[in-house]
T-cell receptor, first 113, second 113 residues
Framework: DADVTQTPRNRITKTGKRIMLECSQT?????MYWYRQDPGLGLRLIYY???????NKGEISDGYSVSRQAQAKFSLSLESAIPNQTALYFC????????????FGPGTRLTVL | QQQVKQSPQSLIVQKGGISIINCAYE??????FPWYQQFPGKGPALLIA?????SEKKEGRFTISFNKSAKQFSLHIMDSQPGDSATYFC????????????FGTGTRLTVIP
């Protein structure tokens, strides 16, 4: 089984709809992250969480919210989706120690019509 | 503002050739420089990383060269193989900056048989 899983893998939705992307991990890591990937822009950090009670905004948090339901679960919500949120979304995890590898999930391709 | 600038955007190399991808940064607080490899339909995965106390790190056919004074680092792939065809991202982070990764815009490498 994959260490970092994301659901759904693909989603098409309409402008104005609320949508939630979910991430689960079995690596036992404290830190979890949400990124979006756009062609020509690389990966940009949306939100990150260092433990269940610690949630922080990243570079591009506007229009997004997150919830850390447990150490192993971190969900990303788009309260009212808009077309420019069409992107590939990745969840990642890492150990609490400094300068450690981040482990990425397989991604969710989101299309907002 | 892109904290890590990466070039080229795409690269085509013959099998057996050397692939070179370059990155530059401005923030002198960065002290960890990883390279991630991403295959289509997959999340990025750590390939190799370097700290600024060394000028070069080699792992198999992959080498990072680091120039602290120029604030530049590069990935060299020796004896490039078709299986190396992927998108490569450089990144940077700092302990003082919560260890969050700032990614370059990515380089799509194609190795022709």
């Amino acid at each position: 089984d994959a260490d970092v899983t994301q659901t759904p893998r693909n989603r098409i939705t309409k402008t104005g709809k609320r949508i939630m992307l979910e991430c689960s991990q079995t690596k036992g890591h404290d830190r979890m992250y949400w990124y979006r990937q756009d062609p020509g822009l690389g990966l940009r950090l949306i939100y990150y969480s260092f433990d269940v009670k610690d949630i922080n905004k990243g570079e591009i948090s506007d229009g997004y919210s997150v919830s850390r339901q447990a150490q192993a679960k971190f969900s990303l919500s788009l309260e009212s989706a808009i077309p420019n949120q069409t992107a590939l979304y990745f969840c990642a995890t890492s150990p609490q120690a400094a300068l450690k590898e981040q482990f990425f999930g397989p991604g969710t391709r989101l299309t907002v019509l | 503002q892109q904290q890590v600038k990466q070039s080229p955007q795409s690269l085509i190399v013959q099998k057996g050739g050397i692939s070179i991808i370059n990155c530059a940064y401005e923030n002198t607080a960065f002290d960890y420089f990883p390279w991630y490899q991403q295959f289509p339909g997959k999340g990025p995965a750590l390939l190799i990383a370097i700290r600024p106390d060394v000028s070069e790190k080699k792992e198999g056919r992959f080498t990072i060269s680091f120039n602290k004074s120029a604030k530049q680092f590069s990935l060299h792939i020796m004896d490039s193989q078709p299986g190396d065809s992927a998108t490569y991202f450089c990144a940077a982070s700092s302990v003082s900056g919560a260890n969050n990764l700032f990614f370059g815009t990515g380089t799509r490498l194609t190795v022709i048989p």
